[in-house]
């Protein structure tokens, strides 16, 4: 039998007006990769900063190694050897490897800091977990992979026999995934216990032994992953069977909403033709890096194109600045909503209004009677779960604060909605109630360009499939025709696929 490690037991936690955890119970054994999954707003995070010192539960014992402990800071959870790493990372990219690693607690000689002594002790950590980064680098200059190896260098810095990593590959290419799990492995083989956050199905089956389901705040259980399908597991989590993970619709497909000729900028994108037609999803594929992003920062007047030549509803339009995107009917949903899409310090009410206030105003003042009156509209309209328009947007789960993001252009009357990876991080149940909006959008007729690195949701989503290669559009597809692998292989840079020409349609 496996030894247990670490064990909460009966934990229970509320918040003004809001019962977080209601006698939740967790436990992980020595070399284990623990899953831990839940919708957002299940209390997974709840859970994890009471585990790591941030919280103090109301009800329930903590025990490492059978023993009981009192874990009431982040310093006392170090102690104990609890660390963890969070979806979004904390590093000072301003600084070294080193530095990084031992910030706040360097080693040193006397009164001084000894950074050939730093040096050395952090090499020697990455050289144990197999990281090959060069300690003098500046953070700033390494890519989102390593910087996540350089977060798990750091807590393993505190000697830390228990790692809680949240949403460790949510914003990872496949290869760096891959070189993730080879340090998991590395860690277990040292006896390190993991709780492992995600909300991709296929990957706990892949990495972890065990997964833990809370819903609303309550444990429903756990299962071992070799003895549950992943239907299953997705029934645990969100207390119904979703029959397919994308909903069943017919959409009726008009004529152009939107046409783009001549689209370039630079060496990063080169665009000859694209459309997208009112009532129809496109989505938009390719690799990470591949330029889908940059091409629709142009098209949106995010950033200024070397030459653009648009049509809405067959009309020719100028487009050089985003207030000239949004006047002509288009909205842009950003890959990072905490970064560009939403103000987290300030309350939903003001978050959905945000691109509405003109609408909303007279003689300059803002009607706050229509803004609130509006903001509950779209509330109820998205399901978005709050007990109240005046909590933070940064407070919300991430389905949540998906849904505000959407209501903010949805109070406008656009015509074209670009969404940037309009899923990431967001439980399977919220998933598809985005995709409902979704398809309810599209029967109103607005036309969606949807770019996402998910290839089951560009298939179960779109219509048509635009592959992007080195800024360019190498390939259109029927997505209700096409494959992954297909579009891997133009992903890849090929225009050929089983000696044939890689599909065109019209």
């Known amino acids: 039998m496996s030894e247990e490690l670490f064990r909460m037991e009966g934990i229970s936690k509320s918040f003004p007006g809001v019962k977080a955890l209601d006698n939740v119970s967790l436990s992980v054994n020595k070399g284990e990769v623990h899953g831990l999954v839940g919708e957002n707003g299940a209390g997974k995070s709840t859970l994890m900063k009471i585990m790591t010192g941030v919280y103090q539960a109301d009800k329930g014992d903590i025990y490492i190694e059978n023993e009981k ?20 990372l904390t590093l000072c990219r301003h600084l070294t490897v080193a530095d990084n690693i031992f910030i706040g607690r360097p080693p040193v000689k006397g009164v001084f800091i000894s950074d050939k002594q730093m040096h050395r002790e952090a090499k020697k950590i990455l050289d144990n977990l197999g990281i090959n ?35 460790p590959t949510a914003t990872l290419t496949e290869r760096e995934i891959e070189q993730l799990f080879v340090i998991i492995r590395n860690l277990q083989k040292k006896g390190v216990g993991m709780v492992y956050i995600s909300h991709r199905m296929d990957e706990l089956k892949q990495i972890c032994e065990r997964a833990t ?43 152009v909403a939107l046409e783009v000729r001549n689209l370039h900028r630079g060496n990063k994108v080169n665009v000859d033709h694209l459309k997208v037609h009112k009532g129809e999803i496109l989505g938009i594929s390719g690799l990470v890096g591949a330029g889908r992003t940059e091409i629709m920062r142009c098209i949106f007047g995010a950033d200024k194109a070397d030459s653009m030549e648009l049509t809405m509803d067959g009309v020719p339009v100028t487009i050089n600045s985003v207030a000239q995107a949004i006047k002509h009917g288009l909205a842009y949903a950003t890959e990072d909503r905490k970064y560009d899409g939403l103000a987290l310090d300030l309350d939903i009410e003001y978050n959905t209004n945000m691109a509405h206030l003109h609408e909303l105003s007279r003689f300059g003042f803002i009607n706050d009677k229509e803004g609130a009156k ?29 849904k505000i993001v959407l209501s903010k252009w949805m109070c406008n009357d656009i015509k074209v909605l670009i969404v940037d990876e309009p899923t990431r991080g967001i439980d399977v149940g919220a998933k598809f109630e985005i995709y409902q909006i979704f398809n309810k959008l599209s029967d109103s007729g607005v036309a969606i360009i949807m770019i996402s690195s998910e290839l089951p949701e560009v298939l179960g989503m779109s219509d048509r499939v635009l592959v992007i290669h080195e800024g360019s559009i190498n390939g259109e597809l029927d997505a209700k025709k096409t494959s992954q692998e297909e579009i891997l292989y133009l992903a890849a840079g090929y225009n050929k696929l ?4 890689a599909p065109t349609i019209s």
């Open 69 to 88: 402990v009192v874990i009431d800071s982040v310093a006392k959870a170090h102690e104990y050897g609890i660390s963890i790493i969070f979806q979004e």
């Open 213 to 255: 389901v809370i819903r609303d705040g309550q444990y429903i259980g756990t299962r071992s992953l070799s003895d549950i399908t992943l239907d299953e597991l997705v029934n645990m989590i969100v207390g119904r069977s979703l029959e397919d993970k994308f909903p069943k619709y017919e959409r009726k497909i008009g004529d």
């Open 374 to 402: 509006n903001a509950e509209k779209y509330r109820r309209l998205m399901n978005t779960k709050t007990p109240t328009l005046r909590k933070p947007a940064g407070q919300l789960s991430g389905g949540n604060q998906q």
């Open 133 to 167: 980064i060069n300690t003098h680098t500046m953070v700033s200059t390494l890519s989102v992979a390593q910087q996540q190896m350089v977060e798990i260098a750091k807590a393993i810095s505190y000697n830390s026999r228990i790692l809680v990593l949240d949403e």
């Open 498 to 501: 089983e000696g044939k020409p």
